[in-house]
């Protein structure tokens, strides 16, 4: 893993932070930034140039939200984010994408967001999408991670698809070596939980089978996060060191 890189983030909705990968981070003396685009005053127009110059950022996250990727009429500033990361992308930059942060890339480089058939909240188990090609991100055959999301993104042209499960087919690509989008939440830790179950309004549009109750997620027991957060630990490195 390489040391001192100048990581930038964009955050969507207000107290998420960065995540778990905060610590990982700071441990290789990166210089960490962020865009708050939740903090932009929406009568505003948001212009490119307000967005930091991609030379000056060696890896992009793209955090989660609540918001969809199609929602350019209430959030204006969406469709400056996608233009930003397009050109991100085009220099062959480093780049995670969580949840909403995975569509977001998605979206830009024209793949559809949409509905998903069922919602997915809480803990579930993906799986690894058998693979011919050779230069992939090293995944176990299954994983228990966090959900959290109504809407899924379809593979962009040109990526692999990674990781699936019954609910939701698609759960993470790749593109290239460089970039790499996730549909769940490897970042989630106790207090983002914490964070998120405290959003009655948003808890509440969600429901169905495959929905598990705030109270029984507000009992989560610290072990159950280790496999995300590590996880996402190693996605940093292996696009990091693509680069």
């Known amino acids: 893993m390489k040391s001192h890189l100048k990581v930038h983030y964009f955050q969507h909705i207000a107290g998420e932070g960065f995540g778990s990968c905060y610590d990982f981070l700071k441990t290789h003396q990166s210089k960490i930034t962020a865009t708050e685009f939740f ?7 948001l212009e490119i140039e307000a967005l930091p110059r991609i030379d000056d950022v060696d890896l992009l996250i793209i955090m989660g939200g609540t918001m969809s990727v199609n929602d350019e009429a209430n959030f204006p500033w969406l469709k400056i984010e ?3 990361i397009r050109r991100y992308l085009a220099a ?10 995975g569509q977001l890339i998605a979206n830009a480089l024209g793949a559809a967001v949409s509905r998903n058939p069922f919602q997915e909240l809480g803990w579930t188990t993906v799986h690894r999408v058998p693979q011919s090609a050779t230069q992939c991100f090293p995944l176990p055959s299954s994983l228990h991670v966090m959900q959290w999301h109504s809407e899924t993104f379809e593979i962009p042209k040109g990526a692999i698809h990674l990781a699936e499960n019954d609910v939701c087919r698609n759960q993470m690509y790749q593109i290239g ?7 769940f939440h490897p970042e989630i830790t106790p207090q983002t939980l914490e964070l998120f179950l405290e959003n009655d309004d948003e808890v509440a549009i969600f429901h169905g089978e495959y929905v598990q109750p705030a109270n029984q997620l507000k009992q989560s027991k610290q072990s159950k996060f280790i496999e995300g957060n590590q996880l996402l630990n190693q996605a940093i490195e292996y696009v990091v060191n693509a680069s």
Do not use: E, S, T
């Open 39 to 45: 903090a932009l005053p929406p009568d505003l127009p």
């Open 82 to 84: 996608k233009r930003w």
């Open 92 to 101: 062959g930059k480093p780049a995670i994408g969580l949840c909403l942060g």
């Open 177 to 183: 070596q460089n970039v790499l989008g996730f549909q």
